[in-house]
């Protein structure tokens, strides 16, 4: 969180210790936390281009996505379900719950690598083409393991020709690039607000198309809210509503920033580890630096690492001998990597010392 995020937060638990009841039973005339939940869900809509009533607030983008997959109702024993490596592991366990509670079958692909937005696409025709009784197809944004943005316009485009839905997992697209609804026709969509938007932990919304609300079930029978109201599909009990009482100051802090300027800023971040990175001999960069492919997150693989167990040394030696934190990720067909996520507040001297690490490490291990 920034720092008047982090003070607006403070100023809400405070708030919410002292007038919990009441103002959680709406029995004050003001505020009430039934229209200040609205007007969270107000200022959700607007970040994302929809409308209100197809906004409900969740904890994190894991429960977003996960209520929508094991919610999807539109499927019956024998139709298939498409997702990919590169999707989230918590998303793909969940997607994998329905051929056990749904009675559906499971298809899977790798996403290519070089992965150009030409090989993504194809993919995505290819395992369509090979799976005609398709039905739902879960679409990563931007990937968690790679830092790949996905041509999800595109795809989704390609998935509504053969009449097969898409969830879009966009947790982490959310807050650092343009993310509408409308005009990428999603019909289905999760995502954080504790990521790229800066809220407090335990923020995060879910989309539905208000055409397509009769496709999700209830959540666990969730029959606290109306059935034609989007809440009745998340989790209904109480959660942290000082954090969600945020939202608006962390969406206030992103504007003030502007979008444009938060994306430029992290591409440039990216772009200037990346260009000197190349430089180094068996070096492989993942995320390929096609306009609009890329976001802050960029993985890499050395020369030799094939294991999650090299990825893993390599992020530890990182660690402790340079103090720079890496993530080593599993999970790509291609094998394990090291992912680079740069913050807003990284500078390029940090940056340059990732490089010369890099440079170290690939000559001790030459």
Not at 48 to 67: F, K, M, P, Y
Not at 96 to 112: M, W, Y
Not at 341 to 363: C, F, G, S
């Amino acid at each position: 969180m920034s720092r008047p995020v982090m003070e607006e937060y403070w100023h809400q638990t405070q708030f919410l210790n002292r007038v919990n009841v009441p103002f959680v039973r709406s029995v004050l005339p003001s505020p009430a936390l039934a229209p200040s939940l609205q007007q969270v869900r107000s200022n959700v809509a607007t970040l994302i281009g929809a409308h209100v009533d197809e906004i409900a607030l969740t904890r994190c983008g894991t429960e977003s996505l996960q209520d929508l997959i094991s919610g999807y109702r539109a499927l019956k024993s024998g139709d298939y379900i498409i997702y990919s490596d590169l999707d989230y592991d918590a998303m793909q366990n969940t997607m994998l719950s329905l051929k056990e509670r749904r009675g559906v079958a499971v298809a899977t692909f790798s996403i290519p690598e070089p992965a150009t937005t030409a090989n993504i696409l194809s993919a995505y025709e290819e395992i369509l083409k090979q799976t005609p009784r398709a039905k739902l197809l879960l679409v990563t944004h931007l990937c968690h393991r790679t830092g790949l943005v996905m041509p999800v316009k595109e795809i989704i485009a390609m998935a509504r020709q053969r009449a097969v839905a898409v969830i879009l997992d966009a947790a982490q697209a959310v807050g650092q690039m343009p993310v509408n609804v409308k005009d990428l026709s999603a019909d289905f969509a999760g995502f954080s607000l504790h990521k790229w938007i800066g809220a407090p932990l335990g923020t995060g919304a879910i989309y539905i198309r208000k055409e397509k609300l009769s496709d999700m079930d209830l959540c666990l029978g969730n029959r606290e809210d109306p059935p034609s109201d989007v809440s009745s599909r998340v989790y209904p009990g109480t959660y942290n509503f000082a954090a969600t009482l945020t939202v608006p100051r962390a969406l206030a802090f992103h504007n003030e920033l502007t979008l444009e300027r938060k994306q430029a800023r992290l591409q440039f971040l990216r772009n200037y580890w990346v260009t000197r990175a190349r430089e180094i001999g068996g070096i492989n960069i993942l995320t390929p630096d096609d306009e609009g492919r890329y976001g802050a997150t960029t993985s890499f693989r050395l020369a030799g690492m094939h294991t999650f167990e090299d990825a893993k040394k390599i992020q530890d030696l990182l660690l402790k001998k340079y103090n720079i934190l890496t993530v080593a990720r599993k999970g790509i067909a291609k094998g394990a990597a090291v992912r680079v996520t740069p913050a807003l507040y990284n500078t390029t001297a940090e940056l340059d010392q990732l490089v010369a690490a890099l440079h170290d490490i690939r000559n001790n291990l030459v």
